[in-house]
């Protein structure tokens, strides 16, 4: 079935040209289909922004697998700037543009492949093939993983036999570690600062996808409540930065 439009997180602005691979484009893998961050399945409807739900809980939603759904992330996990006020370490020093091929979350035991996508022709961001449960996407018109810029990946949260990468993703909390591995052979380590889910009638483009003026990455999936009829309501976005390479 159809996923609505209006289920979608917002277009994202155009990155500087500085952060962008050339060749990018032409590695998409061939028969990659054109994905969207919404989910194919018979229960799953739609890939939305999510509500803000009770501070400090995880609560569930209802339709895909009884009453149980991803985690959501608490109030008290909305991003604010990490660095020195915030305690955490100072941002590494940005590296050259290169592919992302793999990325490990070892809180939620996410150890996944990446893809490059574009952006479908009504402008918004592609995903994955719904089958492929374990891929993220990297959207390869924003900056690639290390370069100064804000980096974006998406993944499903969940398909119609179970969950799937981004599943566990509204579980991260600040100071958990995300690790990118890139095509040039090295490892970009980010620190993640907070994760907030975003109403798909308020989702805040600047905010997720605006530069910060040093190496950040925005992870995001499905979450937020959940209907047979309306899908997702929102989409559950994780904020890091870059902290160091091996």
Sequence with gaps: MRHPRNARPGRPPAQSRDNRLPSARSQ???GARPARLTLRGRRVLACCAA???IVGLVLTTRG???EEGPPQPPRSQAPSLAGKK???PPAARPLLPSEPVGLRIPAIRVSAPVVDVGLRGDGQIQEPPPEKRNLTAWYRDSASPGVKGTAVIVGHVDHSSGPAVFYG???LRAGHSIEIRRRDGKTAAFRVYGVKAHS???FP???VYGDRGRPELRLITCGGTYSKTAGYSGNVVAY???VGTR
Excluded: Q
Aim: proline share 4%.
């Design 28 to 30: 998409r893998p061939r």
């Design 51 to 53: 509500v803000f739900i």
């Design 64 to 66: 895909l697998f009884g």
């Design 86 to 88: 915030a305690g955490g």
């Design 169 to 171: 993703l509204g579980a």
């Design 200 to 202: 798909k009638r308020a």
């Design 205 to 207: 483009v600047r905010e």
């Design 240 to 242: 890091a930065y870059l």
